[in-house]
């Protein structure tokens, strides 16, 4: 970056250090741009993908190839927009999200981060090497950042992109920004635009989403992301009328991850009612991110996984698969996942302490008062459940049998548990180039668009698991080299 004038120039301004920005810089540099700035409103690089486990999805990756696993993309392209009733998602976007998947994987990789398939997923790769627990990504954030300043990059951190200077004739010319050293105006042919989600814009998730959104319902560690990109955009004339969708999760218990047990209602063999006692949905789909829509739909957006204490006893059995997994210096994965809480499961279900998320007791109607439910309705959904654990067949939602067991031995135990926002996408709407685009669909010149502040990539929830961070990483490369190339 030159100073001059008192102001700077650079050949692209890259706003947001996350999942999207990081890679889009990189690649842009790799493309022969000699002066990119990096602007980061936090004090750390990294955004929520940082906060992430680093899971991608992924097709036909060198780790899928080698596991002889055997997905086509253009199923998962075809099977995709079917699943979104081809409503909300962009079929280029789709395409793009596909197609880029497994260059994606290659591209970490080639930059030393290991991937591995995931164990009963097809379509996803996992980061090898080190604990996949929340929060592990930040590493590779941090590499990723650590290369693009040692090749000349400049990432401004607690630097806040405040205004995209330009017009929807004309395109952008600079960006201002507030720094640690006062407000800047960086003058600039090309923007590319990786501000994130809005997780933490409380007003916008009210008006977006009405009826899936309430405050106090959802964990949520992302709350600095407030989609500052939708009014940077708009300013210059971009589209911030496109639809939005929120990502979730389901299975969160307590509110910080220090608390434990916090992913146990994830056991399948756990019965899981509502807050009226009724059975909802099938308990060994916890990890199918899309289940969250079942729970979003339940009173309270609650769901209530029930233990009896044979149940208990036999979590408490398993080996933990995180066991020996931390690394020095990093948090300590087990009291997030859903090895971790294991051996001190029965204390933490009956600690009065955390009654505002578990219980213990003696029989199924004190447990119902605890849930608010009728202790008839309750009574009989466990019933009917016993009965089906009894036949080895679940009549209604045909869980897998291996799951089925009854619950008889007290003490009974009730955990609460809720959706986490994973991030939001949207509104801004991209064409394939990932120019971002006027109301009447014409690109904003040389403004581009990367990561979750653009929708049209995914629908109404998570269809396939690892596919924001994915996303993001690839949109962010093709806006990097169309940058570039612009
Ligand atoms: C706990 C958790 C676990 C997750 N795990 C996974 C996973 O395993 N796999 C997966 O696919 N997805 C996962 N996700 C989601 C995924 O991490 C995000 O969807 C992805 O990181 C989005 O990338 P992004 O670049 O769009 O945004 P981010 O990574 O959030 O980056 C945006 C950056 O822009 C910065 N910014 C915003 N406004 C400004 C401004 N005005 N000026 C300067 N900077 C600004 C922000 O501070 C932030 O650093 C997870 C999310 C969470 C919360």
Known sequence: MNERNGGMTADLVVIGAGGAGLPAAITAQEHGLDRVVVLEKRPLIGGNAGMS????????????????????????????????HYDGVDPRLVRLWVDEADETVRWLEERGIGYRPVPGRDLGVEPSGWSNHPGSFQRVMET???????????????AVAAEIIGSPETGVSAVVADTR??????????V?????????????????????????????????LAGDGIALAGAVGA???????????????????KNRPNRASMEPRCLWVNARGERFLDESTGMVNATANALTAQPGMAGYALFDDALVQYVIDQPDPFAGEARPGEEDPTAWTSGGY???????????????????????PEIARWIGADPEALAASVREYNGYADDGRDALWAKDPEYLVPLR???????????LMIDTAGPLRIDKDLHVLDPQSRPVPRL???????GGWIGFDEHRFGTPLSWAISSGRIAGSRAARG
């Open 448 to 454: 581009f668009g990367a990561g979750s502040v653009v």
């Open 239 to 257: 589209d911030t009328g496109g639809r939005s969708f929120l990502i979730k999760e389901n299975c969160y218990s307590f509110k910080t991850k």
């Open 342 to 364: 294991r051996s001190t499961l029965r204390d933490a279900l009956a600690d009065p302490a955390n009654s505002e998320w578990c219980v213990a007791a003696d029989d199924w």
């Open 181 to 190: 050293n006062g407000r800047i105006t960086i003058e600039t042919p090309r």
């Open 144 to 158: 990723l950042a650590e290369r693009f300043t040692a090749d000349g990059g400049q990432i401004f951190t607690k």
């Open 192 to 224: 590319v635009l990786a501000t994130g989600g809005f997780t933490g814009n409380v007003d916008l998730l009210h008006e977006k989403f009405p009826g899936i959104y309430d405050e106090d319902v959802y964990w949520t560690d992302t709350k600095r």
């Open 409 to 419: 031995k007290p003490p009974f135990y009730a955990l609460r548990f809720r959706p």
């Open 53 to 84: 486990g680093g899971f991608l999805f992924a097709v036909q990756s060198r780790p899928q190839r080698e596991a002889a696993l055997k997905n086509a993309p253009d199923t998962v392209f075809r099977d995709t927009m079917a699943y979104n």
